[in-house]
C-alpha cells in the first residue's frame, strides 16, 4: 500500500501518490482497485531503467539545456556550441550519467546487497 511504502522510506504519502500518478501516465506502472489493488510494475523490473523513471519524475536528465536529448535548448550565452569547453566537459558528464543510469534497472538495485555498490566505489 501506498502508505506503507510512504512510512518506510519517509516520504510524504502525497509526494509518493504524484509520483506513481506520473509513472503511471508514462506507462511504467499500471494500478488495480480493489482489495488486492495497487501499483503494479507494467513491465519486468529488468527493462525499467533509472534513467527511464528519473526522466518521468525530474525531466531533463541533462547538467546544460544543450545537452538535452529530450528538450534540448541553446544556452542563452551561448556564442557557439562547438567552441564551448563547459560544453565539451558536460556533455562527458551527460554521456557517464547516461550510461549509468540507462544501464541500470530496478532488478539491479533490488539484488545488490545493501551499501554493496558505494562500498565498490570507495575501495
Same mark, same amino acid.
Given at each position: 500500500?501506498?502508505?506503507? =511504502?510512504?512510512?518506510?522510506?519517509?516520504?510524504? *504519502? *502525497?509526494? $509518493? /501518490?504524484? =509520483?506513481?500518478?506520473?509513472?503511471? #501516465?508514462?506507462? =511504467?506502472?499500471?494500478?488495480?482497485?480493489? *482489495?488486492? &489493488?495497487?501499483?503494479?510494475?507494467?513491465?519486468?523490473?529488468? /527493462?525499467?531503467? !533509472? &534513467? /527511464?523513471?528519473? +526522466?518521468?519524475?525530474?525531466?531533463?536528465?541533462?547538467?546544460?539545456?544543450?545537452?538535452? $536529448?529530450?528538450?534540448?535548448? +541553446?544556452?542563452?550565452?551561448?556564442?557557439?556550441?562547438?567552441?564551448? /569547453?563547459? +560544453? #565539451?566537459?558536460?556533455?562527458?558528464?551527460?554521456?557517464?550519467? +547516461?550510461?549509468?543510469? !540507462?544501464?541500470?534497472? =530496478?532488478?539491479?538495485?533490488?539484488?545488490?546487497?545493501?551499501?554493496?555498490?558505494?562500498?565498490? $566505489?570507495?575501495?
Amino acid at each position: 500500500m501506498i502508505s506503507d =511504502i510512504a512510512a518506510q522510506q519517509k516520504i510524504p *504519502k *502525497k509526494f $509518493l /501518490e504524484q =509520483i506513481l500518478l506520473d509513472l503511471k #501516465h508514462q506507462g =511504467i506502472v499500471i494500478s488495480r482497485r480493489g *482489495k488486492q &489493488g495497487g501499483y503494479l510494475l507494467r513491465k519486468p523490473a529488468d /527493462e525499467i531503467t !533509472f &534513467g /527511464e523513471i528519473l +526522466r518521468v519524475i525530474d525531466g531533463p536528465l541533462a547538467p546544460l539545456p544543450c545537452l538535452s $536529448l529530450t528538450a534540448y535548448r +541553446r544556452c542563452d550565452d551561448c556564442d557557439g556550441e562547438q567552441t564551448c /569547453e563547459i +560544453r #565539451h566537459v558536460f556533455a562527458r558528464v551527460a554521456d557517464a550519467t +547516461r550510461k549509468v543510469l !540507462f544501464s541500470t534497472t =530496478i532488478a539491479d538495485a533490488v539484488a545488490q546487497p545493501e551499501g554493496a555498490e558505494v562500498a565498490r $566505489l570507495m575501495a
